[in-house]
């Protein structure tokens, strides 16, 4: 199904649709308030995108670097090519370690693998630390935004999701208390973890080192008290120095949710005394990407989620229309890259108003790389017949004044004389909640011509 369709769904809802709306464009004010308190944002935003093209111009001695850096320090460096290599490599380190309960901190990248379903399907225990994330795991649903994976929920929501699994009293949305439960119902989780998982936000090439992100600190508890820790990084993690790490930290909280730094910013850099540390690095087609001249520079994302926050569309279809791991903008970006077929209706879901790029953190041209990746999705992938016909006659009309000039009238006269109902039917889906203004007698050129002579 297309995103239109999907969107479509969720917008039949229109209370919970404008909820979801304003909560997130509450979020993408706190952004701007927050980057306009630093002195030299957009230094640090041309810095920051800088180091990154240098890093995927010598990605290959970078990660050599790190692996190198990192096994000195008595940690396992483990490669995958794509998703499934990635979660065998976890589920053999479990076994060996005899692991049958794991935590879990927020990982895009293991939810791009669906590493949760494999490692289950195993008997495995897997629980998402992430208040958000065990939202969304609880009610069987996958993220709907990168930092925010449960903002299309309400409290309310919630509050009946966790009576039905963690056997909680009504509270009618009551924040605290429902949080306070999850706390309670989490910290026996930690306390009888096997093993912890962990994302990476950052990986250091200089010293061997990797850095975690969270608000909640549940990163650090589940590695902390397990004696395992595996942390699944993507390729394009990599920075090259210590020293590059303050750039991102403070582009990256206020660019995710208007904070001027994430609560904790852990970094590991070896195993604890009698405990192991590994780190898969995967590829599953960021190398593919690389290689694509036009789109090379979605790899710089550090998955703040700014551009979802600012997307009118996104705002307004909800992150599951996209069908995608990564929504939005950017994941608009990057899923056509896997699989043109199932994902070419996302770069059309876009105005190309620009947003996107200009509150990224690290300067990728979002809304040009939608707009290349629309001339490839109508060169290669069949359009409808009537899609293809209204816009080959469009063309044709653009492309001549006299035509042009004729159907611009006609439309004029048809939306002065014709009745409401008959121009907002069926036909016409935009017409279903918007209405066009008053229509003026003459066009722009006739009004033109006329205050000339």
């Known amino acids: 199904m297309s995103h239109a369709k999907e969107a479509e769904l ?17 979020v993408r004010n706190k952004r701007d308030k927050a980057a306009h308190t630093v002195k030299g944002w957009e230094e640090l935003r041309n810095l920051a995108s800088s180091i990154k093209a240098n890093v995927l111009s010598n990605l290959d001695e970078y990660l050599i670097q790190f692996e190198e850096n990192a096994q000195k320090k008595g940690i ?4 995958a090519t794509d998703a499934r290599a990635h979660n065998k490599i976890v589920h053999d380190i479990l076994l060996k370690n005899n692991a049958k309960k794991v935590v879990k901190s927020k990982s895009m990248l293991t939810e791009e693998c669906h590493l ?10 897997v629980i998402d630390t992430d208040l958000g994330e065990r939202i969304v795991q609880l009610a069987k649903e996958s993220p709907s935004h990168i930092v925010l994976p449960a903002i299309h929920k309400t409290k309310e929501e919630v509050d009946t999701l966790f009576q039905e699994h963690l056997g909680t009293i009504p509270s009618n949305g009551d924040p605290q208390y429902l949080t306070n439960e999850a706390r309670n119902h989490l910290r026996h989780k930690f306390l009888n973890a096997d093993a912890a998982i962990t994302g990476v936000n950052f990986a250091i090439a200089e010293t061997g080192g990797i850095v975690v992100c969270t608000n909640e600190g549940n990163a650090d508890m589940g590695v902390h008290l397990a004696k395992v820790h595996i942390a699944s990084m993507g390729i394009e993690k990599i920075i090259p120095q210590e020293k590059h790490l303050g750039i991102f930290l403070r582009l ?12 904790y910013s852990s970094h590991f850099n070896k195993p604890a005394n009698g405990k192991e540390m590994h780190i898969v690095i995967v590829d599953n087609g960021r190398t593919e990407q690389l290689s694509r001249k036009d789109f090379k520079s979605s790899l710089h994302c550090i998955r703040c989620g700014a551009c979802m926050n600012t997307c009118p569309i996104y705002r307004r279809s909800g992150g599951h229309s996209y069908k995608s791991t990564i929504p939005g903008p950017i994941g608009s970006i990057l899923s056509p890259g896997t699989d043109l077929k199932k994902h070419s209706s996302l770069p059309f879901a876009s105005t190309l108003c620009g947003s996107c790029s200009d509150v990224c953190p690290v300067k990728i041209n979002i809304h040009e790389q939608l707009y290349q990746w ?8 069949k359009q409808p017949v009537i899609k293809k016909t209204v816009l ?5 009309v653009l492309g001549n004044s006299k035509l042009y000039g004729f159907f611009g009238k006609s439309a004029r006269f048809m939306l002065k004389h014709l009745p409401k109902p008959i121009i907002n039917s069926k036909i016409n889906t935009w017409g ?8 003026d007698n003459d066009s722009f050129e006739d009004w033109y011509k006329k205050r000339k002579s």
Request: charged content about 25%.
């Open 252 to 263: 990256l909280a206020r660019s995710a949710t208007g904070q001027p730094i994430t609560t």
């Open 76 to 79: 396992h460096i483990h490669w």
């Open 116 to 125: 949760n379903p494999y490692l289950e399907a195993q008997g495995i225990e």
């Open 392 to 396: 080959k006659m469009s063309g044709r």
């Open 10 to 26: 969720f917008n039949k809802n229109e209370a919970k649709v404008n909820w979801h709306d304003q909560a997130l464009w509450f």
């Open 374 to 381: 629309r001339q490839i999705v109508t060169k290669d992938v």
């Open 432 to 439: 279903k909640t918007r209405d066009l203004p008053k229509v």
